[in-house]
């Protein structure tokens, strides 16, 4: 089982910049389509951006023009770059294996991993 660890977040200004990563353990990275969830405090998990093998991405309609989902297969990561975040952005990310190739099944597979805090206050 492919197992990931999040890394990046942090306290951030209202229209700051963050970038997220999403290291991943195995061999079989780069078949994978991916994706980054959030979970807000008393909020469900929402899916944020997701990106196919072949470098496809979607993104929530929230985040468009603001976040970028990116991948490097030769480093087994996928990053997650924030800019202008604002307050409602704030929120634990995690990393999930959404699928194989270019196949994207909301809510993903496998278990969620530790997430990466993400606050954006003044």
């Known amino acids: 089982q492919v197992q990931f660890v999040e890394s990046g977040g942090g306290l951030v200004q209202p229209g700051g910049s963050l970038r997220l990563s999403c290291a991943a353990s195995g061999s079989i990275f780069s078949i994978y389509a991916m994706g980054w969830y959030r979970q807000a405090p008393g909020k469900q998990r929402e899916l944020v951006a997701t990106?196919?093998?072949?470098?496809?991405?979607d993104y929530l309609d929230s985040v468009k023009g603001r976040f970028t989902i990116s991948r490097d297969n030769a480093k087994n990561t996928v990053y997650l770059h924030m800019n202008s975040l604002k307050p409602e952005d704030t929120a634990v990310y995690y990393c999930?294996?959404?699928?194989?190739?270019?196949?994207?099944?909301?809510?993903?597979?496998?278990?969620w991993g530790q997430g990466t805090q993400v606050t954006v206050s003044s």
């Open positions: 990106i196919t093998s072949s470098s496809n991405t």
């Open positions: 999930r294996v959404m699928g194989v190739g270019g196949n994207v099944a909301s809510p993903g597979f496998g278990s």
